[in-house]
C-alpha cells in the first residue's frame, strides 16, 4: 500500500471537488467589490454634481448669511446645511448664556463667592464632559446621496459583472 499514491489522490480528489465552491467564491467576492465600488462611485458624482452645481459668490451675494429663510438655505448643499445648523446652535446657546449671565444669579445669591464667569466655566467644562458621552455613539455621519444609491451601485456593479463573466465566457477553452 503507497501512502503517497492515496495521498495524491485524495488531494487531487479535494481539488477537483472545492473547485467550484472556491471559484463561487472569488466570483462573490468580485461582485461585493464591485458593488462597493458602484456606491462609492455614485456617492462620487453626486457629491461632485452638488459642489459644481452650486455658487457659492452668487449665494453670498444675495443677503446675510446668518439667520436666513427656509428657501434659501435649502439651495445650499448638504454639507453646508450641516454646517449652517451647528452655527445656528451654537449661536443659541451662546445667546442662551448671555443670557443667563444678565440674570441675578451665583453673585446675587452667594455673596460674590465666585463669580458668574467662573460658574459658568466650571458649568462648561462638566457640561462639555457629558455632551460628549451622550453625543459620541448616537452621532452617525449622513452621506449626501440619497436613498436609492445602494440599488443604483448594485445595478453598476451587476453590468460590470456581466461584461467580465460575458469576457471570461467568450475566452473560455474549447
Known sequence: MNVLGILENGLFALGQVLRFPVM????????????LAGGTLMEFL??????HGFDIEGWLGQGALLGLDA????????PLQRLLGEIDQG??????????????GVEATAGAKESVDEAELKSYVLQNVS?????APTETQQSPAEPGRDLRALWVGLAVLGLLAGWRWRRRPA
Not at 463561487?24 to 458593488?35: E, G, N, Q, R, T
Open 71 to 78: 428657501p434659501r438655505r435649502a439651495r445650499l448643499p448638504k
Open 131 to 135: 455632551e460628549q458621552k451622550k453625543s
Open 24 to 35: 463561487a467564491l472569488l466570483w462573490a467576492c468580485v461582485a461585493a467589490i464591485l458593488v
Open 46 to 51: 453626486v457629491r461632485r454634481r452638488e459642489r
Open 91 to 104: 449661536r443659541a446657546g451662546n445667546d442662551a448664556s448671555v443670557a443667563a449671565r444678565m440674570a441675578p
